[in-house]
């Protein structure tokens, strides 16, 4: 059972570097519930709006999974976020500066071979450092 739930997670990193709608569709349960970093989103369709803003704003994103375990319903993985910002996101105009976040931590809960429930946590501090929008002297 384990395997088989980190496998689902695995498909949706991959859905996510492919910008595969019908992955997230086989991977996301249609009432998901994600708490990322902006708060909740309920429902598959939402879920699927909402990371297509990071598509968006990142449109060359590459994500690698560089760790990942779990225990019964639960699966734990860190990934690495890379992507030149080329498109709008929360308000910050495109940079064209490039992101290389070495973690983004999600825990996934899996019920019947899909993902019913995700927390997604990444440094929004280091991001907004590497595109320029905050100084070193204010994270001091």
């Not at 695995?10 to 709608?21: G, M, P, T």
Request: glycine share 8%; net charge negative; hydrophobic share 40%.
């Amino acid at each position: 059972m384990l395997e088989d739930n980190k496998r689902v997670v695995l498909e949706c990193w991959e859905a996510a570097n492919q910008r595969d709608a019908a992955g997230f569709d086989r991977v996301y349960d249609e009432h998901v519930i994600y708490h990322g970093v902006d708060g909740d989103v309920r429902g598959r369709e939402d879920v699927k709006a909402y990371l297509q803003r990071f598509f968006m704003a990142l449109p060359d994103i590459k994500l690698t999974v560089e760790d990942i375990f779990g225990e019964d319903d639960r699966v734990f993985s860190r990934t690495r976020v890379q992507g030149t910002h080329l498109g709008e996101i929360n308000g910050i105009a495109p940079t064209g500066k490039t992101v290389d976040l070495r973690w983004t931590m999600c825990a996934a809960r899996i019920r019947d071979g899909k993902i019913v429930e995700e927390w997604e946590i990444c440094d929004q501090l280091e991001i907004l450092r590497q595109l320029g929008v905050l100084s070193e002297a204010a994270l001091a």
